[in-house]
Structure formats: structure tokens, C-alpha cells
């Protein structure tokens, strides 16, 4: 009789958990492998500086270690890499081509400025990330930043609308970083 109860107790629970999670087994997945930076405005400023670029973190509790979510959870936003890669290769490549000389952890210029990004918050209305500059081994430069766009209206919620919108996004997050002069100086400021 106990076992038979513990039993019970057990696809109750069990029902609970599948109730909670296969909702957001059957949204939509938009793929965030396509991405290449375009960046409005003049990065001409960064040319010739050199920035050793360290691993990113996700601290985001509304991610998971692949992806990020519609506020809903019916939308899935991944690449084949972890969401911190996604968004490292990102800021790599938009600062390459800005001009930076980005050294890595496999061959890392410890006479650089150390950069990284700390994810806070990711939706696909909002990121919320913390950069952070060390040089020397001391934090020189620790700010929030911030992007939001609307909701989007459920006819607009189609693959191909998504992964751009998503890709609009993590473009707006290094323009607005790149373009603070707080940032810009911590950078390039010996």
C-alpha cells in the first residue's frame, strides 16, 4: 500500500514537471549561427588599440546555458555554441573590424587592457550585460548596459523576423557600448 502511494506521489510530481517544461519544448527556435556584425556609425577611434579579450559569463536566470527566451518562453533564440560564445565571437568580430587588435586566451597580450562581459539578462525584448575592463590586474571600468525593443505583435513572430531582430539586437548592444565615452576611455586610456 505504501508503495503503491509513494508510487502515486511520484507521477504526480513527475505530471508537474512535464506540465512545466514541454510547453517551451514545442515554441519556436530561431538560430542565432548567422550573425555578422553591422555596426552603424564611425569605430574609426579604436583603430590600432589592442584589448585582450577573456571569456564571457552568463549570470542570466532567465537563460539557459544555449539560449535565451521570449518573455512567453515560446520563442528559443540558440546557436551551435554556448549563449556566452554567441555573444563573445559577436563583440570579437564587431571590434576587429572596428580595427582593435583582440588577443585571445590561446595567445593572450597580458600587456592589454583585459576586457569581458558578464550577461545579466537576456530576453528577446531586453539584454541587460555588466562590461568590465581590468589593466594590470585591477577593474578600471565595471558598467551596466542596457538594450530594449518592443513586443513584437504575433503575426511578426516568424523565424526569419526573429533572427533578425535578434541579430538588430546584439548590434545595438556593441553600438551603445562602443559609443560610451566612459567605455571608450577606460579602453584606450593608458
Known amino acids: 500500500m505504501g508503495t503503491f502511494k509513494n508510487m502515486k506521489s511520484g507521477i504526480g510530481v513527475l505530471s508537474i514537471v512535464l506540465l512545466v517544461l514541454?510547453?517551451?519544448?514545442?515554441?519556436?527556435?530561431?538560430?542565432?549561427?548567422?550573425?555578422?556584425?553591422?555596426?552603424?556609425?564611425?569605430?574609426?577611434?579604436?583603430?590600432?588599440?589592442?584589448?585582450?579579450?577573456?571569456?564571457?559569463?552568463?549570470?542570466?536566470?532567465?537563460?539557459?546555458?544555449?539560449?535565451?527566451?521570449?518573455?512567453?518562453?515560446?520563442?528559443?533564440?540558440?546557436?551551435?555554441?554556448?549563449?556566452?560564445?554567441?555573444?563573445?565571437?559577436?563583440?570579437?568580430?564587431?571590434?576587429?573590424?572596428?580595427?582593435?587588435?583582440?588577443?585571445?586566451?590561446?595567445?593572450?597580450?597580458?600587456?592589454?587592457?583585459?576586457?569581458?562581459i558578464t550577461l545579466l539578462s537576456m530576453t528577446d525584448e531586453k539584454y541587460q550585460v555588466r562590461v568590465t575592463i581590468q589593466k594590470k590586474g585591477i577593474t578600471t571600468f565595471a558598467e551596466p548596459y542596457k538594450i530594449e525593443e518592443p513586443p513584437l505583435k504575433e503575426k511578426e513572430r516568424n523565424v526569419s523576423i526573429l533572427e533578425q531582430r535578434a541579430y538588430r539586437m546584439t548590434n545595438r548592444l556593441i553600438e551603445v557600448i562602443l559609443k560610451d565615452p566612459k567605455f571608450q576611455k577606460a579602453l584606450t586610456e593608458k
Open 22 to 116: 514541454i510547453p517551451g519544448c514545442f515554441g519556436t527556435n530561431v538560430s542565432l549561427s548567422n550573425y555578422q556584425p553591422r555596426l552603424a556609425g564611425d569605430y574609426s577611434f579604436f583603430k590600432g588599440q589592442r584589448v585582450y579579450l577573456m571569456n564571457f559569463e552568463n549570470q542570466a536566470n532567465d537563460t539557459n546555458i544555449w539560449g535565451y527566451y521570449s518573455p512567453d518562453r515560446q520563442v528559443i533564440y540558440s546557436s551551435k555554441n554556448t549563449l556566452h560564445n554567441y555573444f563573445w565571437y559577436a563583440f570579437r568580430d564587431a571590434l576587429v573590424n572596428s580595427g582593435v587588435m583582440v588577443s585571445t586566451m590561446d595567445n593572450p597580450d597580458l600587456t592589454a587592457p583585459a576586457m569581458w
